[in-house]
């Protein structure tokens, strides 16, 4: 069992298969791209199989989200997802991905075993999302969304970033799209995890706008701390139910009490939050031959050590130097 000395459990693995990405997206790295991890650095197809199967034999996994960079450029996706199938206990698998590539692969990967996918979109409208983006792809993104929908990679989830000057004014449009397609929409408030560390706290839409914008057309009742449990989303019925719309509100409403998550980075490293500062490198033991049981005391003793929070409201707060491509979302 993952457990910190705040009494927290870890159950649910974020898995990042690479830094690298399609897009450049202005909230998450400049337009030129980033310094992609070397391919020495990266784990093998066989090394991330081996850690999630520690992490699900030996530690109490019991859900693994597959994120990047975008993970639909690891030539090794669909095996990885169909290894991690076989595990016992089986593991619930999904993929949060920007959607380019899937309307080709949503069939492999609902028939490896993978559950469901988030596919991000901030908007509907294709010369924003190319402004945002920097890439003219946002008809690959709603074709790859309906192709997974198609392929049964249910529910689909959506996840939205509204940036001030952008897309600010879209949320009640993309959430009647979301419910006329029979997408779940959830909106992120923007968080400083951005290459170019420009994120400024007063410029960001928080929860309360958003919530102040969908209830100009729609009615919202709670649902309430119960029904959400350790999901990073707080979720409104919407007209009363039973479709609902959620909101990760990590900077104005963070969750952290709550949190059940474990992360795992392309190049090897367990990091106990997206906010961390400090890593624990598992890819070394792997690669100097220690046996599984080593290696997850590694990672408990990684969890150990996990904050109370995220910082974000720490005066002495330091944005960690890694981005959210690096990281895994």
Known sequence: MLIDTFGRVATDLRVSLTDRCNLRCTYCMPEEGLQWLAKPDLLTDDEIVRLIRIAVTHLGITEVRFTGGEPLLRPGLVGIVEQCAALRPRPRMSLTTNGIGLARTAQALKAAGLDRVNVSLDTLRPEVFKTLTRRDRHKDVVEG????????????????????????????????????????????????????????????????????????????????????????????????????????????????????????????????????????????ALRSGAPDEEIARLWKVAMWGKKAGSGLDDPSFLQPDRPMSAIGG
């Open 145 to 284: 969304m309906a192709a997974a929908r198609e392929a049964g990679l249910t529910p689909v989830k959506i996840n939205t970033v509204l940036m001030p000057g952008l897309n600010a004014d879209e949320a009640p449009d993309l959430l009647a799209w979301a419910l006329e397609h029979d997408y779940e929409l959830r909106f992120i408030e923007q968080m400083p995890l951005d290459a170019q560390h420009g994120w400024k706290r007063d410029g960001m839409i928080t929860a309360g706008d958003i919530l102040a914008s969908l209830r100009t057309r729609f009615e919202l009742t709670e649902e309430g701390q119960e029904a959400r449990g350790a999901a990073p989303a707080e979720r409104w019925l919407v007209d009363g139910g039973p479709a609902t719309v959620g909101v990760i509100a990590s900077v104005t409403r963070p969750f952290c009490r709550a949190c059940d998550r474990t992360r795992l980075t392309a190049d090897g490293q367990v990091r106990t939050c997206l906010f961390a500062t400090e890593e624990s490198d598992l890819r070394s």
